[in-house]
């Protein structure tokens, strides 16, 4: 499978916890976008990156979120001290950037109890 | 920052018509629209998009318009058939630069009765 992947694809955790994720773009693509969608609502755009690069943070997200891409590949994105209102579907995209067609991954569905 | 809306939120036509989903968006600076289709459970899927020097584009049965005075863009799907049913999203951005971030509607819910 060539498309975005994302790990792991369902996370449960108790409030406090730290949790992480990880993004596996298209290989050609030197974008990467971060979004969160909760039940019923579109995804929001949390954050992106071009290569190595985090270009633009969304005011969603707070100083208990931390994304990088070190090496322009793959990327994580951390929450620090979970709360109950951080439960939602975390999706990963990338793109070329020559024309922002953006390529979704499966997701990970994070429940903090 | 752009505010893109979806008009109605759910929608409910017999196997064989016509469907249409209405989008608006705010910022007169968009100049990308995509259009996502998500079944449940699964990811986005990207369907069709138009940029802003396009007024309208097709694939299959399915076909985009886009009305820049009027800043909305539509959703055309033709001989609906039950694996069409799904929720459908629009979605706005300033890319392909800077600016690359798609803004999201609430989606549509498409039920297509058989």
């Known amino acids: 499978d060539t498309g975005v992947s994302q790990d792991p694809r369902h996370k449960i955790t108790k409030r406090g916890q730290n949790v992480t994720f990880r993004c596996d773009p298209i290989?050609?693509?030197?974008?990467l976008y971060w979004y969160r969608q909760t039940l019923g609502q579109g995804p929001e755009f949390l954050t992106y990156?071009?290569?190595?690069?985090?270009?633009?943070k969304s005011r969603l997200l707070s100083d208990r979120f931390s994304a990088e891409r070190p090496k322009g590949s793959f990327s994580t994105l951390e929450i620090q001290r979970t709360e109950q209102g951080d439960s939602a579907m975390y999706l990963c995209?990338?793109?070329?950037?020559?024309?922002?067609?953006?390529?979704f991954g499966p997701g990970t569905r994070l429940t903090v109890l | 920052g752009e505010n893109v809306e979806q008009h109605p939120s759910t929608l409910s036509v017999q196997e064989g018509d016509s469907a249409v989903i209405k989008c608006t968006y705010s910022?007169?600076?968009?100049?990308?629209f995509p259009w996502y289709k998500q079944e449940l459970g699964k990811r986005p899927q990207l369907i069709i998009d138009?940029?802003?020097?396009?007024g309208e584009k097709k694939d299959q049965r399915i076909a985009v318009t886009l009305n820049k005075t009027a800043k909305h863009f539509s959703l055309h799907i033709t001989e609906t058939q039950p694996e069409d049913s799904a929720v459908y999203f629009c979605a706005a951005s300033k890319g392909p630069g800077a600016n690359s971030k798609l803004t999201f509607g609430k989606g549509i819910t498409l039920s297509v009765r058989p």
């Open positions: 990156f071009q290569n190595e690069a985090q270009l633009e």
């Open positions: 910022d007169s600076a968009s100049n990308y």
């Open positions: 290989s050609e693509h030197n974008r």
């Open positions: 138009i940029r802003s020097n396009v």
């Open positions: 995209a990338s793109s070329t950037g020559r024309n922002n067609e953006q390529f």
